[in-house]
């Protein structure tokens, strides 16, 4: 068919324009059809138009026709779709029969090749979400999410540090790399930008530095410096796996333990990860609730690291209130700083130090249990902050930059307490809805301080936190968010009293 790209339509839309006399409207198999444009292939919704196409015509959005790089002059051809194979294995999983690693394989495979929809795609996570995997389904998982797209390769054992996330502020690996790094040990990490907290690991080191690096050049780099913080996102990394992200996950607000395993470790698989330190905040208002769970959940990312051929040592760990004071890009890089100077919050500090420590444990550089020790040596002896300024160059950033140099938003507002007390707790679920409200992670100068942290005892009308922000709209809907939230819990030093009274018969 002709193809004409229909300017005046602004969607991302995956749908294509057809007249009624190329198909048959009343026919539910031509509402979806597969589109060839040279050799790229998409599966597109199919919309019947008397008005904007003409016969022989097929029309697409701008956005669809940059993604198949259609052009008037080329030839398009369009086909019913018939529905995979890989949709019937699926179903099996809903009979509560098990996958096979090439039934995985398939499925994955379609997926990848854009031969599923998203409401099938929706299927394959849902089966997933209610029906937990096996440890042998969770491996093929990994290994087929690792195997489509990028995969980098160094000559030498490769240490990395992640977090399953879900708490504010969690920075610590701006200090954790460089500390590692400064020891001698390749840690090139890679990582996310924030999906629900206010800044994740590439949106803080992006204040600092450049985090957009193809396989070739971390290759290049990392071996050298021993250590960067790069952006996973344009790598391709495990690409599937952000496919179900993007258009299931995110938008069904879904997250499989399964998933949840097979995306974290496949990502390490394919950037050569052969040690990995993995953060599991545990407490309310996080992924994982309760110590139990985070136990549990640890158990199957270590065997599953095992049979990949990753050695994995989870750490479970506090998460009551956020890391630290900072919440935010800027502030965070401010604060990551500040505590590679000598300077930062104890907590960030001594969390850095505890997960640095048992990666030094890994490499055989110190004897187990000695590890915080070695990397509280190379903090505060300056070679992390030496490290770091080395690695923020190599990326293209400063490396003489000080935390005042950052900047930050210049509408602030500050929330007071109500009431005497002891801070009891700090809602990590409040304070990331009012960094979000602020702009937080897209605006990088937006975010908030946390005056006070739990354990201190507050007097009325004492500031709490100060919001930041770059417009006083975002400010002020982060105000109404915050007037409706309970961010601080105060409490006197009598928590309930309880007394002998009279048994009603």
């Not at 002059?73 to 098990?98: G, L, N, Q, W």
């Not at 879904?254 to 496949?266: K, M, N, V």
């Not at 982060?478 to 928590?495: D, F, P």
Request: aromatic content about 4%.
């Amino acid at each position: 068919m002709k193809a004409k790209i229909l300017n005046e339509l602004d969607t991302a839309s995956r749908v294509v324009f057809i007249h009624p006399s190329d198909g048959d409207p009343r026919d539910p198999v031509t509402r979806m059809a597969q589109v060839s444009v040279d050799q790229r292939k998409l599966l597109v919704e199919v919309v019947f138009t008397e008005t904007l196409v003409a016969p022989g015509e097929i029309g697409f959005p701008p956005a669809l026709a940059e993604q198949l790089h259609v052009k008037p002059t080329k030839p398009v051809s369009i086909a019913a779709r018939m529905r995979p194979a890989s949709f019937d294995v699926i179903m099996k999983k809903y009979d509560h029969k098990p996958w096979s690693n090439d039934d995985i394989r398939l499925i994955l495979d379609d997926i990848y090749h854009e031969n599923l929809t998203d409401l099938e795609m929706a299927a394959f996570t849902l089966a997933i979400q209610y029906e937990n995997l096996s440890m042998e389904e969770t491996e093929s998982l990994t290994r087929g999410f690792a195997y489509h797209g990028t995969q980098l390769k160094f000559n030498e054992p490769v240490y990395d540090k992640h977090s399953v996330g879900g708490i504010a502020g969690n920075k610590v690996s701006l200090i954790i790399v460089p500390i590692v790094a400064a020891a001698g040990l390749l840690i090139p990490k890679t990582s996310s930008r924030a999906i629900t907290s206010p800044s994740g690991t590439a949106d803080t080191m992006e204040v600092l530095a450049n985090v957009n690096f193809t396989a070739e050049e971390i290759q290049e780099i990392a071996p050298k410096t021993r250590g960067m913080i790069v952006w996973g996102g344009q790598l391709n990394l495990a690409p599937v796996d952000s496919k179900i992200i993007s258009r299931v996950e995110r938008p069904l607000g879904l997250d499989p333990e399964s998933i949840i395993i097979a995306s974290i470790l496949s990502k390490k698989l394919a950037t050569g990860v052969n040690h990995l330190v993995l953060d599991m905040p545990t407490g309310p208002g996080t992924k994982i609730d309760t110590k139990a769970m985070g136990v549990q959940l640890a158990h199957k990312f270590v065997e599953i690291g095992r049979r990949v051929g990753i050695e994995v040592e989870c750490a479970l760990t506090y998460a009551d209130q956020p890391v630290g004071h900072a919440i935010g890009p800027a502030l965070e890089a401010r604060e990551a700083l500040e505590t590679l100077m000598g300077q930062g919050p104890r907590s960030v500090h001594e969390k850095s130090i505890e997960l640095a420590g048992i990666l030094l444990e890994m490499a055989g550089l110190t004897a187990r249990g000695e590890g915080a020790n070695l990397a509280d040596d190379i903090l505060r002896s300056g070679k992390a902050l030496a490290k770091m300024q080395e690695i923020i160059e190599a990326q293209g950033g400063n490396p003489q930059i000080r935390p005042d140099d950052i900047e930050i938003g210049q509408y602030t507002a500050e929330l007071k307490a109500h009431a005497d007390g002891y801070i009891a707790h700090i809602s990590n679920t409040a304070i990331k809805r009012i960094a979000r409200e602020v702009g937080c992670p897209m605006n990088k100068k937006a975010g908030i301080m946390l005056l006070h942290k739990a354990g201190e005892f507050i007097e009325k009308g004492t500031p709490l936190l100060r919001i930041y922000a770059t417009k006083e709209s975002d400010l002020d809907r982060a105000l109404k968010v915050a007037s409706s939230s309970q961010i601080y819990r105060l409490e006197g030093m009598v928590l309930e009293r309880v007394s002998a009274t009279a048994v009603k018969e």
